[in-house]
């Protein structure tokens, strides 16, 4: 079964303007991952944040993690037309990985 | 270093037809995975390597589908016979184990149509 849930399941911004998913989660995880994936193409790792771990930055990407809330949110600062994309989260379990449905985000130029 | 491909990128089969479908794990990577996209919704999990050996399937939805990954390389996924619920985006990962948190890998998909 399905581990996360990403929340909104679309989400559409102006560019400049910032993003902000999130990701509920059921179990105890290892770490949960984000990914991005642009339209027709594979999925790109984006930033891993480890279950001891409560914010972790990457370049425009801050990722938080609640474990005690079972929940993630990724947030896209300055967004930008190239952040349009479908973007899941992750969470792992000692080497198995679960995915969610999803969020569409498409940021407008 | 190649990263992680899968072939074909598109396939476009009939109802009844069988399609392999082959991935190509970074070198050196003893887990493989398998994941399934059907349109619109999450990404599934269909089952992971460990090297040769089938570590967890329980994602497979059902007997028509066969994974193999002879010799810890390459794995191959068969659908047969194809229905056209089978449609969607799959996915190939690969990672390497190091203290029980991997980032896996993943490759560019290939999306199949069953017509």
């Known amino acids: 079964s399905q581990q996360g849930e990403e929340d909104p399941q679309a989400l559409s911004i102006q560019e400049g303007e910032n993003a902000t998913m999130n990701c509920s989660y059921k179990t105890s995880i290892n770490n949960l991952q984000w990914y991005r994936q642009n339209s027709g193409r594979g999925l790109v790792h984006l930033i891993l944040i480890r279950s001891n771990e409560r914010e972790k930055h990457s370049g425009r990407l801050r990722v938080t993690l609640d474990t005690s809330k079972k929940s993630s949110s990724l947030l896209i600062t300055a967004s930008r037309a190239a952040d349009t994309a479908s973007y899941f989260c992750?969470?792992?379990?000692?080497?198995?990985?679960?995915f969610g449905a999803g969020t569409r985000l498409t940021v407008k130029p | 270093e190649a990263g992680v491909t899968q072939f074909p990128s598109h396939s476009v089969i009939e109802k009844g037809q069988t399609v392999t479908l082959r991935c190509d794990p970074i070198s050196g990577h003893d887990n493989l995975y398998w994941y399934r996209r059907v349109m619109g919704k999450e990404i599934k999990f269909l089952l992971h390597f460990v090297k040769e050996s089938k570590q967890d399937e329980s994602g497979m939805p059902n007997n028509r589908f066969l994974a193999e990954r002879t010799g810890g390389t390459y794995s191959t996924l068969k659908v047969q016979p194809a229905e056209l619920e089978d449609s969607g985006v799959y996915f190939c990962a690969s990672s390497q184990v190091q203290g029980g948190v991997a980032e896996q890998f993943f490759g560019p998909g290939t999306r199949l149509t069953v017509l």
């Open positions: 992750a969470t792992v379990t000692f080497n198995d990985m679960r």
